[in-house]
């Protein structure tokens, strides 16, 4: 799945990764297989990693856009990364899913069944990803500081005054979270932070309920029939607010989560709306980070020194995209050519935004009658 070490690579070089989640794991593993020493500090809850359970499905668009592509090869490369460190039926699920229309009447038109979809327990992955000889662990700090020291050409990683670790590269894959503070940039965008909450609980407790036969998704999505230590449990969410950042579970959230769930499933949403208000329904709050152009942010960051890398802004795609992304972040860093068509390259790079933004100024400049710029 990752490129290996070859008898003629380069001496051993040193990376700091940001953030413990998919991405930032998986970036780790890609560098460690070539050779080189990572250090991953987390804060300590894996951002949007951490959810107990996810889903992986394609995305789909009339145009066959840049993101409905890249979901399919993102899918690819975690089908072969589940198979190799994951246990089937117990970490993952090549289970399907049936997808429905987010809004509207639903119809046999309008729903979608995609048999290469699965269900995922993240941390699962993270962890066999992280598990390397040349990868060290770092967890519950928060990174506040990153400075670059011209001497030594590598850039030294702070949490207060206490110098974490000291590397050539550094690689940005923490959400809204931790590590958002290096990203203060002129050449950056805007993140959105993006709240979901997952409510589930164990199947045992509403025996009575009529379970559908496979995961669904579309209006949230609803996943049964899934093991765990305490017995088989159901998944259910996860909501989308823009307008909080807080982690605290609320009946409320819950209570949206059914709700939607009665919109396709109103049997069993009737089964599970008395849990919302009792003890033995559980949930999970993460932050997602996105943009508003949907699709991910990864490349070098631009107006930084050298060595300063960007693994992020995958929103509710990080299970599907989060591989793919580190194998292009790391063909990038090294030189290689990436494992996608360039168009694809470009539609995720940390540098599109100055380049529209360029690009619209030479237009408004023409449009006035202004010569052409000459100094970008």
Request: proline share 7%.
């Amino acid at each position: 799945m990752f490129r290996r070490q070859t008898p003629d690579s380069p001496s051993p070089q040193f990376a700091c990764v940001i953030g413990a989640g998919i991405s930032g794991s998986s970036t780790a593993r890609a560098l460690a297989e070539l050779g080189w020493h990572v250090t991953v500090i987390d804060c300590g809850h894996f951002g949007a990693s951490s959810l107990p359970l996810g889903l992986i499905s394609p995305h789909t668009s009339k145009d066959d856009g840049a993101l409905s592509q890249l979901s399919r090869l993102g899918m690819d490369r975690m089908r072969v990364a589940m198979r190799t460190y994951l246990l089937e039926g117990v970490d993952w699920s090549p289970s399907g899913v049936m997808t429905y229309p987010r809004t509207g009447p639903v119809s046999d038109t309008n729903t979608v069944w995609h048999p290469d979809a699965a269900w995922i327990k993240p941390a699962a992955l993270t962890r066999a990803l992280l598990a390397h000889p040349l990868i060290q662990v770092i967890r519950d700090t928060v990174v506040d500081g990153l400075r670059f020291d011209m001497q030594t050409q590598s850039w030294l990683v702070f949490n207060s005054d206490t110098c974490l670790t000291q590397a050539e590269h550094v690689v940005l894959a923490a959400g809204p979270g931790c590590g958002a503070q290096a990203l203060k940039t002129d050449s950056t965008p805007p993140f959105d932070a993006i709240r979901g909450q997952v409510t589930w609980g164990l199947m045992a407790q509403t025996a009575h309920a009529p379970w559908p036969a496979n995961p669904i998704n579309g209006r949230g999505s609803f996943v049964p029939h899934v093991p765990t230590l305490e017995g088989n449990a159901w998944f259910l969410g996860s909501t989308y607010d823009r307008l909080r950042t807080d982690v605290g579970v609320t009946e409320e959230d819950h209570a949206f989560n059914v709700h939607r769930l009665a919109e396709l499933f109103p049997e069993t949403a009737s089964a599970l709306a008395p849990l919302v208000y009792s003890d033995s329904v559980r949930g999970w709050v993460g932050v997602r980070c996105t943009l508003h152009d949907r699709l991910p942010f990864v490349g070098s960051v631009a107006a930084a020194a050298h060595g300063l890398w960007i693994n992020s802004a995958m929103g509710s795609r990080g299970l599907t995209l989060g591989l793919l992304c580190s194998e292009i972040l790391v063909a990038l860093m090294t030189k290689h050519p990436p494992p996608v068509a360039t168009n694809l390259v470009r539609a995720i790079s940390s540098h599109r935004f100055i380049k529209k933004a360029w690009a619209k100024m030479q237009r408004n400049d023409q449009a006035s009658g202004i010569p052409p710029r000459r100094d970008a």
